[in-house]
């Protein structure tokens, strides 16, 4: 028998493969897609290689019973705790914590043991004041995985975790947003840096799991902004053009037709519905100004929210 058709052989790459893809979307969630579709089917993918497929499906359960799984999933569980645009990333961080348990996930640093106890022990103390990503690392070190991208100007989880899957993760979310999108003004966040809303590090039932920063507080949703969900589009406009010449359902379904005509400019995210509202509405923005909310100011908001700069159809 050849190594090509070496049944082991097959399934040892089988597994390398859907391995990688697993912890690649557990650190860049927002490139596969604005749901935790994603997540679920590679994982389970995962689970199907290894052979753990009845340990997934006890994992999935044990969502429910947490209350950690709402009727729009894991998503519209932290749709209660965290601004709409912090979502995403968070609950990556939920299917992080399951790779772990069942053997997948690789972390970028294990904390030891006592680093870990320390962490535990002191986080909800910690976070009763305000903190930046800078004090996150300042205190203690690098994460064991970073979710989501380094952009200052946008949201992040960064969860700790050693290497005994059975002791979980201890994760921080972090939150950052463009203030004022004023045409020929640079970017400039709510923040100098991310700052931490919440930090998840209780066992028990998914509710009652995390300790807040003041901040993390006064941006929890109330009742009319924690669903549904926000819908978004990806618009694109050519770096010379006076007006935007695709709009896309998915960030997917945009790159793929820019990288088949090779168009130079910017992807960016927009919510149905006008910016300027669902900015205000969302506390991404705070009107501040004597023109905020002018007839003039609405019609040049920006979104606010995600953008990829393109050229020749690839990424910058």
Not at 76 to 98: H, K, M, Q, W
Not at 152 to 169: E, N, S
Request: proline residues 7%; aromatic residues 8%; charged residues 25%.
């Amino acid at each position: 028998m050849s190594s090509e058709q070496d049944p082991d052989l097959l399934l040892r790459e089988a597994r390398r493969h859907h391995l990688a893809r697993v912890n690649d979307v557990l650190r860049r969630p927002g490139t596969y897609g604005g749901h935790e579709t994603a997540e679920r089917l590679l994982l389970e993918a995962m689970a199907a290689v290894d052979g753990s497929l009845e340990l997934w499906r006890r994992e999935c359960d044990g969502l429910r019973e947490r209350d950690a799984f709402a009727a729009t999933g894991v998503m519209g569980a932290y749709g209660d705790i965290l601004p709409v645009d912090a979502v995403r990333d968070a609950t990556t961080s939920v299917y992080a914590e399951i790779a772990h348990r069942l053997g997948w996930l690789e972390l970028d640093r294990a904390l030891s043991e006592a680093e870990f106890q320390q962490l535990s022990s002191g986080v909800g103390e910690w976070v009763t004041q305000d903190r930046t990503l800078s004090e996150v690392i300042g205190t203690f070190g690098p994460p064991s995985l970073w979710i989501g991208g380094t952009n200052p100007f946008f949201p992040q989880t960064l969860a700790y975790a050693t290497a005994d899957p059975d002791r979980g993760l201890i994760c921080l979310h972090l939150w950052n947003a463009i203030v004022d999108t004023t045409p020929g003004t640079e970017p400039r966040g709510v923040h100098a840096e991310p700052v931490v809303l919440a930090a998840r590090h209780r066992p028990g039932k998914f509710p009652g799991s995390f300790s807040f920063t003041p901040e993390g507080l006064r941006r929890r949703p109330d009742a009319d902004r924690r669903s549904p969900l926000r819908s978004t589009v990806w618009i694109f406009q050519g770096d010379r053009a006076r007006h935007p010449s695709g709009v896309f359902d998915t960030l997917e379904a945009g790159l793929a037709w820019a990288a088949e005509w090779h168009v130079t400019g910017i992807m960016a995210e927009y919510p149905r519905g006008g910016a300027y509202d669902v900015a205000v509405g969302e506390g991404r923005f705070t009107p501040t100004k004597p023109h905020h909310g002018t007839a003039d100011h609405v019609a040049a908001f920006g979104p606010g929210l995600r953008h990829i700069h393109l050229t020749d159809g690839h990424r910058d």
